[in-house]
Structure formats: structure tokens, C-alpha cells
């Protein structure tokens, strides 16, 4: 049976890696794979009752991954409604390329801690539109928005879904994380940036053409900066919540949504039913992405039939024979998250590796956040912001091998080598 499932999981985890070449949905592989793992495994257990169990407790924790996501992209699918994102695209004004990268890189990096690295990134990109005349210059910043998305969400427990992830299941605490990986993610951005800035030198920033906005801000400025300021505050708050009340994420998201909800419902009152329906919570529960929901649920319950069976803790005790250390392990397995996608790597080592021998914020965990955060970007096709950032601007695999890859292998392990000294320094 252990040998059926490794082969089942083998094979949708690659149709996942492949999900372009093979023109098969992500998603679609996800949910097979986890349909034929829990199929295989209640028929050839025996078991019913034992399995039932199991797959009820995975049902628990995945609901509550899935249930803060929803939460938290319709939320910002609000603000995007509400053009929210114009407070802070209007004040990027510059005229050198090297110092929009800059203050891109930076914006990007803040932004993608409070928000996610997905959310950040078709924002930037968005932005780089109205900026950049070039589509060169906009393949470029393309690829170093994907950077610094994914190493600003690395060190908030609200900025990836990976550290999203660890956080939920309590491998990390919010303000060890935020200590413990700001540098190292730091670094991460600031090498690739360095290189960058000097290849851009004395280049000037080529605007396009001026066109009219007309009935494309249909909101006051008060809208827009208030629905902003309210959803960067209720993801902000999130933290506070669990923090304060001990309940899970999710139920802070869900709050926070429905406080959303009132208030969008309150100042849109006196409006015409067709001009405020696109900036209802309604129209933007139709807008989030319920394919990457499904993927997620699709593979977090596939690995739990892994974890379930053993097989993952076999495999952690293999690795630590073999290998032996622990952050040549992660740093593997970060590796690993440029080819395949970093969720199901996160979720199989949080099955690997028990809380009872690595307690709550220990090496191996924040250190796993920040490998499995930002190795994505070593790859176009390793993070969720690599994959939107090449729909959004059609970049091909193999220019962003060429172009994108090598600062950010630099860039990765320059962060590891911070991280491993900060925490040799003060452990």
C-alpha cells in the first residue's frame, strides 16, 4: 500500500510541476491526486472508522488555511475594487530606471509583508504598466517584483501561504518570525538589487503615452482611502487577534470581513444598485481565485494521507541519516520549491518533522519559512507570484532563467548566510 501511494502522490505532485507543458490545471491534478490517495487508503487499511477519523482532523486544519485565504483575498479584492491601491501607485514618481527599481523593490518587499506575495505582485506589475513605456524594461521589473514579493512575505505570518501555513499549524509565532527572518529576507532583496541597480545605471525611465481615464475611478478620494487604510488594517489586526483571543486566523479574517462588509454597505447606501454593485463584498467573493482554493485543499489533504501513513516521518528519517544536518535539509528542500510549488513541500515537512521534537519557533522552522518563501523565486514557475507575474506580462520560462534566476540564487543564499550567523550570534 505505502508503495501505491508514493507512486499516486509522485505522479500528481509532478502533472502539478508540469501543469503548463501538459496543459492540465493544477487544481485538477491536486484534487485527483488527493481523491486516489484517500481512496486507496480506506480500501486497502481496513480500517473505516480509524480513517474516517484521520481524514476528519485533516478536513479541521485544511478548512482553516482555506477559510483565511478566502478571507483574506476578498478583502483585497475590495480595496482593488475601491482603486484602494492608488494611494500608493500615484506617489511613485521618478525619472531614472535604477531608482524606480528601488523604490519598487522596497514598496513591494513592506507591501507583500502586510499583504501576500501574490496580491503585491499583480499590484506592482500592474503599476509598472502605467510606468514603463518598455516592454523590456517591464519583463525586468517583473522579475525583481517577483523577488521581493517573495522575500517580503517570508518574514510576516500574513505574507506567504507557506509561513501562512506554519504559522496555523504553530511552528512559528508572529513576532519570532518577524525578528528572526526580517534581515535574512533583508538580504534577499538587497543583493539582487545591488546587481541590478548597477546594470541600470545612467538609464532613463521611459513613460507611456498619457491616455484618459474616463469613468475608470469611479470612487471619491474618502472611498479609497478609507477602504485601503481598513483592509491593510483588519490583515494587519489578524495577528493581535490570535494573539489576544487565542482563537485561529481564520476567525480574525472573518470578522474582519464582515466588519468590511458593513461598512462598504453603509457608505455605498445612497448609490444606484448599478453603480455600486462592483464595489460590493458580493461581486468581489465572484472575483477571488477559487481555482488556487481548490489546489490548496486538493493538496494539503493529499499529503495528510502521507503523514497519516508514516510516510513522511520515514522519509524525515531518512534525511537526517543521510544528510544529517538540519540547514542543509531546508535549505534542499528550498531549493526544491523553485521546481515544484512550495505548498505541498511546506505541508509534507510539517508532517515530517513533529512539534514535540522541534517545538514552536526553533531553528528549523523559521529557517524553513525563509527557504520555502523566497527559493521560489529561483524559478518563474516556484511561487504563486512567479506564476501571476508570467500571465500577467507573458514571460517565458527560459528568459527568466537567463535574466531572473542567477540574482535570485544570490539573493537566497546570501539570506541564508545572514540567518544562519544572526542565529549562531544570538542563540
Known amino acids: ?117 501574490l496580491t503585491t505582485t499583480i499590484v506592482m506589475i500592474s503599476l509598472m504598466k502605467k510606468l ?67 546594470m541600470l545605471k545612467g538609464r532613463e525611465v521611459v513613460s507611456p503615452p498619457q ?5 475608470l475611478l469611479q470612487t471619491t478620494s474618502f472611498e479609497r482611502n478609507l477602504m485601503f487604510f481598513m483592509g491593510l488594517g483588519i490583515l494587519v489586526c489578524v495577528p493581535i487577534f490570535k494573539t489576544v483571543t487565542h482563537l485561529p486566523p481564520f476567525m480574525g479574517i472573518l470578522f474582519g470581513l464582515g466588519i468590511l462588509w458593513l461598512v462598504g454597505e453603509l457608505i455605498h447606501r445612497k448609490k444606484e444598485d448599478d453603480e455600486k454593485q462592483h464595489l460590493t463584498l458580493v461581486h468581489a467573493l465572484m472575483k477571488i481565485d477559487m481555482s488556487s482554493i481548490v489546489f490548496f485543499i486538493g493538496i494539503l ?11 513522511l516521518t520515514n522519509l524525515a528519517g531518512w534525511l537526517n541519516k543521510v544528510v544529517g544536518r538540519e540547514d542543509v ?5 528550498g531549493l526544491a520549491s ?14 515530517m518533522y513533529s512539534l514535540a521534537q522541534y517545538p514552536a ?17 529561483i524559478l518563474i514557475i516556484g511561487s504563486a507570484a512567479g506564476v501571476a507575474a508570467m500571465g500577467l506580462e507573458k514571460i517565458h520560462f527560459f528568459w527568466y532563467m537567463k535574466r531572473i534566476s542567477g540574482l535570485a540564487l544570490i539573493g537566497y543564499f546570501g539570506g541564508i548566510a545572514v540567518y544562519i550567523l544572526q542565529y549562531k550570534l544570538f542563540h
Open 301 to 311: 489533504l493529499a499529503v495528510a494521507t502521507l503523514e497519516h501513513t508514516h510516510i
Open 338 to 351: 523553485a521546481i515544484v510549488d512550495n505548498v505541498p513541500l511546506v505541508a509534507a515537512s510539517m508532517g
Open 132 to 198: 514603463l513605456d518598455k516592454h523590456d524594461d517591464r519583463l525586468f521589473f517583473a522579475g525583481m517584483i517577483v523577488i521581493a514579493a517573495n522575500a517580503g512575505g517570508a518574514w510576516t505570518p500574513i505574507g506567504d501561504v507557506t509561513t501562512t501555513m506554519l504559522w496555523i499549524g504553530g511552528q512559528i509565532t508572529t513576532l519570532a518570525i518577524m525578528k528572526g527572518l526580517f534581515l535574512a529576507s533583508m538580504v534577499n532583496l538587497l543583493v539582487p538589487l545591488l546587481v541590478v541597480s548597477w
Open 361 to 377: 519557533d526553533s531553528f528549523l522552522w523559521e529557517f524553513m519559512a525563509y527557504a520555502a518563501g523566497t527559493g521560489g523565486s
Open 1 to 117: 500500500m505505502l508503495t501505491l501511494l508514493v507512486v499516486i502522490f509522485v505522479i500528481a505532485y509532478t502533472a502539478i510541476a508540469l501543469e503548463h507543458p501538459i496543459g492540465i490545471n493544477k487544481s485538477a491534478s491536486a484534487l485527483l491526486g488527493a481523491g486516489l490517495l484517500w481512496t486507496v487508503y480506506a480500501v486497502m487499511s481496513g480500517d473505516h472508522t480509524l480513517v474516517s477519523h484521520q481524514l476528519n482532523e485533516s478536513l479541521a486544519s485544511t478548512a482553516q488555511i482555506v477559510f483565511f485565504l478566502m478571507g483574506a483575498m476578498t478583502i483585497v479584492e475590495v480595496v482593488d475594487a475601491h482603486n484602494g491601491f492608488e494611494v500608493i501607485t500615484s506617489r511613485i514618481r521618478t525619472t531614472k530606471l535604477s531608482t524606480l527599481m528601488w523604490m519598487v523593490g522596497f514598496v513591494t518587499f513592506f507591501l507583500s509583508a502586510v499583504l501576500d506575495n
Open 211 to 215: 491616455a484618459e481615464e474616463s469613468g
Open 329 to 333: 535539509i531546508v535549505t534542499i528542500i
